[in-house]
């Protein structure tokens, strides 16, 4: 008895580490958007404000990811695959596929379909795994699906670009990639390590798309105006890179190898609110009634699914082995 009630402790313990640390992750990408948004408005592209911030995180976290290792250097070797992948479609690609997105359609429907990753969460699971979603998880799937169309208020139904759709699709799965490749442990690899690897494959897939001409390069040095607070330009850019890239990363790769996949991809929902916050507080965007409306079904939907998933909720679904590699936890 005394020790059922020990772990029972010890699991709300843990659950309530990782909702700490989700809900960290999501606040700091959410602050991403209204700090890009003044570095845009002084003359940076979006490209360059992607490379910078990933390549400063990537910087910032190196040593401390290879310290991570502790000279276990057969963890990168082995796990390079997953590495590869986490770096160029969660990290590069996931951003990338956004940036195209809202050149062809309105930001806040692009949005709308990347946050359609955790539902492919949920079914990668289901058909990858036999991993099949409680009635309450899908019940919360849809609640918060409702919420983020009251959020980015796209309701009234503006035209679609299909290549826009195309692009915005290719950002949710790299969305979707990001939690499932984070809740994996079965590589060994310490979140620090796999943040920091992933970081630099990412930042050099963005430079190099840069030098050949695909992702438009243009800086300037000139103050950045967040409605009326005027600032230097290389505040938001450290703050891009050291918070809302280094920070989140690490602690959003934390929380979904403690919570699992399925449910950091449902918690990770309140960056889209901390957006709105953000904006707000930055840029003078007071959101609507509705998209308040929204935001509390947001809510209550992540709370149906952590009810769905139980005791399940903890689990980390692995993927599927490397050749060679055996299923070990993260040290």
């Known amino acids: 008895m005394v020790t059922m009630t020990h772990d029972r402790q010890a699991e709300r313990s843990r659950t309530s580490t990782g909702l700490a640390l989700a809900f960290f992750s999501a606040t700091a990408f959410g602050l991403s958007g209204a700090l ?20 400063i995180a990537a910087l910032v976290l190196a040593v401390p990811g290879l310290l991570a290792l502790r000279g276990r250097w057969h963890l990168l ?10 770096g160029v ?40 795994h036999s991993n099949r979603p409680s009635r309450l998880t899908v019940a919360g799937a ?23 759709v195309l692009w915005a699709l290719g950002a949710m799965v790299g969305a979707a990639t990001y939690f499932v490749i984070g809740a994996d442990t079965d590589n060994g ?21 840069g030098w ?10 000139s103050d950045v105006d967040y409605d009326g607070l005027v600032v230097s330009w290389w505040i938001p850019v450290l703050a891009l890179g050291l ?3 280094a920070f989140a990363y690490v602690t959003g790769i934390a929380a979904a190898r403690t919570l699992g996949s399925r449910l950091s991809s449902f918690v990770a929902l309140f960056e889209v609110l901390t957006a709105l916050v953000f904006a707000w507080l930055l840029l003078g965007q007071l959101p609507r009634g509705v998209q308040m409306v929204g935001g509390l079904l ?10 769905g998933e139980g005791s399940h909720g903890l689990a980390v679904e692995p993927l599927p082995h490397e050749p060679g590699v055996s299923a070990r936890p993260a040290a």
């Not at 050949?212 to 040095?221: A, C, E, K, Q, S």
């Open 36 to 55: 890009a948004r003044g570095l845009l408005d002084a003359g940076w592209t979006a490209g360059s404000a992607v490379a910078v911030r990933i390549g």
């Open 77 to 86: 070797r082995r796990s390079s695959l997953t590495v590869t992948a986490y």
């Open 89 to 128: 479609v969660a990290v590069a690609g996931a951003q990338l596929c956004y940036f195209y997105a809202v050149s062809y359609m309105e930001v806040g429907v692009a949005l709308l379909i990347e946050y359609t990753a955790p539902v492919a969460v949920v079914m990668w699971l289901w058909f990858r």
């Open 142 to 164: 849809v609640i918060a699906s409702v919420g983020l169309v009251l959020v980015l208020d796209v309701i009234s139904g503006p035209e679609l670009s299909t290549t826009g």
């Open 189 to 209: 690899l310490p979140p620090l390590a796999l943040a920091a690897s992933g970081l630099v494959v990412g930042g050099a897939v963005l430079l190099m798309a």
């Open 212 to 221: 050949v001409g695909v992702l438009p390069m243009r800086m300037t040095t």
């Open 243 to 245: 918070v809302t890239a």
């Open 298 to 307: 947001v809510l209550a939907g992540v709370v149906v699914v952590k009810l």
